[in-house]
């Protein structure tokens, strides 16, 4: 992560930091959802360790997504933890440390068809990613134009599988994730989990 999370968080804390990066965050960021549980938006307040950073290539769609929080910050305050940030940069060319990151969110990306590297994005996760960190794919608009992305994650031996959404993140996501996908027909979910030993 860079220095400047790095002096935010202090190097006196022993807890490890959980950083979530968004690829792709366009005008409308993952955490400013309003599907997202009181439960998770509490525990972000409550702990320091926690970061949640936005992703994307366009600048216009970044800033966008800026000002939607900033006026969506009344209702969850989120803004005053100075733990939500916003960074221009490539899915494939993201500016953070070999396994620094606890949590990657692709939303709305592997199927949109305006992305043509989605196996460089996976690529450039797994290099982030820490040992047992998180990839989740959103898909409610084409899910069916996310099924190479899909199928290139389920073959990759560096990640498994994870059904659970108990066992994942820093709360229990079923709820959320039934939210995300309702009314969206053949919408869904998923978490890949790296593995330990992933090369």
């Known amino acids: 992560m860079g220095k ?5 968080h202090g190097p006196e804390s022993k807890k490890e930091e959980y950083i979530i990066v968004e690829v792709g965050s366009g005008g409308h960021p993952y955490i400013n959802n309003p ?3 009181q439960e998770y938006l509490e525990r972000f307040r409550k702990d320091a360790s926690i970061y949640y950073i936005a992703t994307d290539n366009s600048g ?6 800026r000002e939607e929080f900033k006026e969506s910050s009344p209702s969850h305050e989120l803004d005053k933890t100075n733990r939500v940030h916003f960074v221009l940069a490539s899915g494939s060319q ?3 440390r070999d396994e620094s990151v606890s949590e990657i969110i692709f939303r709305n990306v592997f199927g949109s068809p305006d992305t043509s590297n989605t196996l460089e994005m996976i690529q450039e996760a797994r290099r982030v990613l820490k040992p047992k960190g998180i990839i989740k794919v959103i898909e409610q608009h084409m899910p069916q134009i996310a099924t190479g992305g899909m199928e290139y994650l389920s073959e990759l031996k560096s990640f498994e599988r994870v059904e659970d959404a108990k066992k994942t993140g820093f709360v229990d996501e079923t709820a959320i994730d039934q939210e995300l996908i309702t009314g969206y027909e053949s919408g869904f979910v998923a978490r890949f989990r790296k593995k330990e030993l992933a090369g």
């Open 4 to 8: 400047g999370l790095e002096r935010q």
């Open 35 to 37: 599907k997202l549980s």
């Open 60 to 65: 216009g769609a970044l800033e966008a997504g």
């Open 94 to 96: 993201l500016p953070f």
